[in-house]
């Protein structure tokens, strides 16, 4: 009976219900997946039609009339009672077996699958390829197994791409373990498109990539959804990420090459895209008058900073650096201590060029020695015309 109500589920129906509520199948859980769900709908809408059908009809035929007398209660029939309890009990098991081998699939690794090392929290993405190679964005190689050794830094979040069918808790102190393989490539745009892409982002003036607005990545790739599936705060919504499919391993090394390091890039330049990889972007704005979650980088550096404690604090060089490493130390009064440490995931340099990039958003980006220098001549000043 179970083989027939999948055989309902083939052909134009599976074709017409997947374009109702399915993405695309691209991982080898996703068929799977989609088949057992199936399978659980038509034995739910076998057992519910009838039962709601002949309890209509019950209650027409046996509605009691208006100054009837009430009927004796029926006695209970144990061979009903027996079979309504047995029968599913028997599709409830053969259910729980079904979902029980798709989830030990999903959660033991085949060897020799590639390891991503995947960080969480409030509220982005970041994805560790080794090497110094980390990004928000999740790129594997096709017909591939990918493992993910996933982390949080704060609270619980979830770890879920809709098209490969995979969703996985991310529970802060443990490791959480899981994998897929992905089917379906994702499309490369002619350089003729992206560069009409590119031209478009540059005059708007945006410091973050729209990708709902692009629909590819920077690099000219269609992508997969991911996004986290747990609520985790305030800007839960906005946590997402994308997933690329090279058609290669070399396509992938390639890219992996592009992002590993700094190269010729000034510092300044490498600390403004740290700034968008790293989601820096979703927290601080640029702006003097806009706040997103912390602090504007604007005039941060070389202007006091009023800390919870009311103390203050002059936001140099090491103040920068401090709250990037350690950033519950120091926290400006008016906001919340939630920021996470990256410490261990951000080189010396990129914390070099991340500072020179908020120099850049401050009408007193000068060294350190210059600030003082600066600050002791505005002391004598002040003695002076005293």
């Excluded at 109500?5 to 991982?27: E, I, R, V, Y």
């Excluded at 908020?358 to 210059?370: E, H, L, M, P």
Aim: proline content about 4%.
């Amino acid at each position: 009976m179970l083989a027939k109500l999948n055989q309902c589920t083939s052909g134009l129906w599976a074709d017409a219900a997947h374009k109702l509520w399915f993405p695309d199948q691209a991982s080898t859980y996703a068929a799977e997946s989609d088949s057992t769900y199936s399978m659980i709908l038509w034995v739910s809408i076998m057992f519910f039609v009838p039962l709601m059908i002949v309890m209509g009809y019950f209650v027409l035929k046996y509605k009691k009339a208006k100054g009837g007398k009430a009927t004796s209660r029926l006695r209970h029939h144990n061979g009903l009672e027996i079979t309504w309890t047995v029968v599913p009990c028997i599709f409830l098991v053969i259910m729980f077996v079904r979902g029980s081998w798709g989830y030990l699939d999903m959660s033991i690794p085949p060897e020799g699958a590639r390891q991503v090392d995947v960080t969480a929290y409030k509220w982005a993405w970041s994805m560790d390829y080794g090497n110094g190679a980390i990004h928000p964005e999740l790129h594997v190689v096709l017909d591939q197994p990918t493992k993910m050794v996933m982390r949080s830094t704060d609270v619980l979040h979830s770890f879920f791409v809709p098209a490969f069918r995979i969703k996985r808790d991310i529970v802060p102190g443990r490791y959480n373990i899981a994998w897929f393989e992905a089917t379906m490539a994702s499309e490369k745009i002619s350089d003729e498109e992206l560069a009409v892409i590119l031209a478009d982002h540059k005059e708007s003036g945006d410091k973050q990539w729209d990708y709902d607005r692009h629909q590819v990545t920077e690099d000219g790739y269609r992508y997969f959804d991911l996004f986290c599936a747990e609520y985790c705060g305030q800007d839960h919504s906005t946590m997402q990420s994308y997933v690329v499919v090279h058609e290669t391993q070399e396509d992938l090394d390639q890219w992996i090459k592009k992002i590993s390091s700094r190269g010729e890039t000034p510092p300044a330049e490498y600390g403004e895209k740290l700034y968008k990889l790293r989601n820096c972007v979703g927290c601080h704005s640029l702006e003097a008058n806009k706040i997103v979650v912390g602090p504007s980088f604007h005039n941060l550096f070389g202007y006091d900073r009023e800390l919870a404690t009311g103390e203050k604090v002059l936001g140099d060089e090491q103040y920068i650096r401090e709250s990037i490493l350690d950033p519950k130390a120091k926290v400006v009064n008016g906001f919340n201590p939630q920021m996470p440490s990256f410490k261990g995931q951000l080189s010396d340099d990129d914390i070099n060029s991340l500072i020179a990039f908020i120099k850049q958003q401050s009408d007193r980006g000068s060294t350190a020695a210059d600030l003082a220098e600066e600050k002791s001549a505005d002391e004598k000043a002040a003695d002076a015309a005293e």
